[in-house]
């Protein structure tokens, strides 16, 4: 039996210009105390092959510094761009139960029946998210690397790995700069005709700094 570990190390950015909002794919740059919050959340720590980030600003900028200042590569991948919230980007959870309270509370509720006015569906979403998942699991076999994201892709991406239904996506909490790290377990049989490499998948931690 052939065996291969793969980790791939899941951060989100840190607080943008301008807090907490329903931002999608606004792409206000990190403030002074979201570019504090990514260093020290990454803090000394070197541990990856390359670094995938989302093309927004607010990853892209702290995944270039952190490329360069660790001398690895860096892959700009749109495919992990934030959900788009439509009319409701640049808005808060506030101004949205003020002004807009019934539609709020039903994509709450159900957010794959009720996308906001011009945004994108969650089933859409949530399958490009994957899609570029697969993919990257598969180039990066035998590797440890870090995806600079968001806090909606992190949460599809968990939800795919633990096996949870996407009316779950926002049930859990992924703060600014927190790290999730996955382990991809691979396996095969190469002596056994017609039979397929095997994987699983682990998530190991999900806490607001790399220890």
Known sequence: MMNTETIIDLIRHGEPE?????????????????????R?????????ASIVSSPLSRCRYFAGELADKL???LDINAEFREIAFGEWEGLTNKQLMEGNKEAFSKYWQDPENNTPPGGEPLSQFVTRV???????????????????????????????????????LWSFDVPYANVS??????????????????????????????I
């Open 40 to 48: 020290t959340s990454v803090g000394e720590h070197s541990p990856w």
């Open 130 to 168: 994957h899609g570029a998942w697969e993919d990257l699991v598969e180039q990066s076999k035998g590797q440890h690397r870090l995806l600079v994201c968001h806090g909606g892709v992190i949460r599809a991406i968990l939800t795919h790995v633990l096996g949870m239904p996407t009316s779950k």
């Open 181 to 210: 790290r996955i382990v991809i377990y691979h396996w095969s049989e190469p002596k056994s005709e017609g039979d397929q490499e095997q994987s699983a998948a682990q998530l190991r931690f999900h806490q607001t700094r790399l």
């Open 71 to 73: 001398s690895l590569d």
């Open 18 to 38: 301008g807090g907490q909002k329903l931002r999608g794919t606004l792409d206000d740059p990190l403030s002074e105390l979201g570019w504090e919050q990514m």
